[in-house]
């Protein structure tokens, strides 16, 4: 190969490796500009819109928020020192219909000798108590007004991880939204129904208000929170809302709530499981502790030690479960029990009496 021919061919491969030099520059430079050109241009752009803006629940706050109104209640008691004290107690409570009936907790009114209702509009005025229910810790008011913005009413119950907004007046601050999901729908048994377990904020003065969901439907009355002693946050509780209107409408009809009764305590696991296949056919029966003497219970032959598995030949989920079912029942009628004695099953029938009718023999419980 001759000198000139090196020459061609070294002069080329310099050239490549310049031009490949210069390629690479270039590109670097270009991803070095890339921050700077993207903020400029998007603050030279048009706002952005649609799915990637953050979802807002204004919609629902606005749409629920004027059906909740605040409660305060004047308490007299006569201190050790003498002479009469008036305390004023907080809550909140739902707009339930358009012509004034307004549902709350028990505990807000209970013991009060006046009770005011504040609307978001900022009216005031005096409410009376229709009926309560302590054992679920419901309370029914009305006040004198019309076509008041009534709460809507859930297409659906609460589900587990729902988004769910707390609303009340907690503090004296006025109307708050506090935001959370539902953590359990079946927790911290009540007698007959199991609360709804969201981790939305419910504080002293929410108690009453209203959990809605992201779309402004009622699904629930806030109720309690854990104490604070216990080291616990986040874990408030409400009362749900298909179950509170049925308790609602039997105070309207009765002006009190009807239960069934046979009359005996019970225990059951302590984390209840349903399940129709599983092996262990003992493993959501209800244990008779005891029984009351000349009670329905007593008179059908039931004894302490027989576990119930079966109502009306439906296989019960525990304890609360047993327990609604016969509060359901109307008294008078026949329930029909499964029972376990030893490891003998048999179907007893039991006559339902009404709950607490009989001041003697003690309603049934856990």
Not at 206 to 235: D, F, K
Request: proline share 5%.
């Amino acid at each position: 190969m001759t000198a000139w021919w090196r020459m061609i061919l070294t002069a080329t491969g310099v050239g490549l490796l310049a031009a490949a030099l210069t390629l690479l520059l270039q590109w670097q430079w270009q991803q070095w500009q890339l921050p700077a050109k993207s903020a400029a241009a998007i603050s030279d752009s048009k706002p952005l819109t649609g799915p990637r803006l953050p979802f807002s629940y204004a919609d629902a706050v606005a749409a629920a928020a004027p059906s909740v109104v605040s409660i305060r209640t004047a308490i007299a008691s006569k201190p050790a020192t003498g002479g009469n004290r008036v305390s004023v107690g907080l809550g909140s409570g739902v707009i339930w219909r358009q012509d004034g009936l307004i549902i709350t907790n028990f505990h807000v009114i209970r013991q009060a000798e006046a009770i005011a209702v504040e609307l978001r509009d900022g009216r005031t005025l005096r409410a009376d108590v229709i009926g309560a229910d302590p054992a679920t810790d419901l309370a029914l008011l009305r006040v004198k007004a019309d076509k008041l913005p009534a709460i809507a009413k859930p297409v659906r119950a609460a589900r587990v991880g729902d988004v769910v907004l707390a609303i009340g007046y907690p503090f004296l601050l006025g109307q708050t939204v506090t935001v959370g999901i539902v953590s359990a729908t079946e927790r911290l048994e009540r007698g007959f129904i199991r609360l709804i377990q969201t981790d939305a904020a419910i504080n002293r003065g929410n108690s009453g208000g209203a959990l809605v969901n992201a779309r402004g439907e009622w699904v629930g009355v806030n109720s309690e929170v854990l104490p604070a002693q216990l080291g616990v946050q986040g874990i408030g509780f409400a009362i749900p809302a298909e179950y509170a209107e049925t308790i609602i409408e039997q105070i309207l009809a009765h002006g009190r709530v009807i239960r069934g009764s046979i009359g005996f305590v019970g225990s059951g696991s302590a984390n209840e499981i349903r399940s129709d296949d599983h092996d262990d056919k003992f493993l959501n029966a209800v244990r008779i502790d005891e029984v009351s003497p000349n009670g329905p219970a007593a008179v059908a032959g039931l004894q302490p030690g027989d576990r119930i598995t079966h109502v009306n030949g439906e296989l019960i989920g525990g304890v609360t479960e047993l327990l609604r079912r016969i509060a359901d029942s109307a008294p008078g009628s026949t329930i029909t029990l499964r029972i376990w004695r030893g490891n003998v099953s048999q179907d007893v029938p039991v006559i339902v009496s009404e709950r607490g009718a009989d001041p003697a023999r003690p309603p049934d419980g856990e």
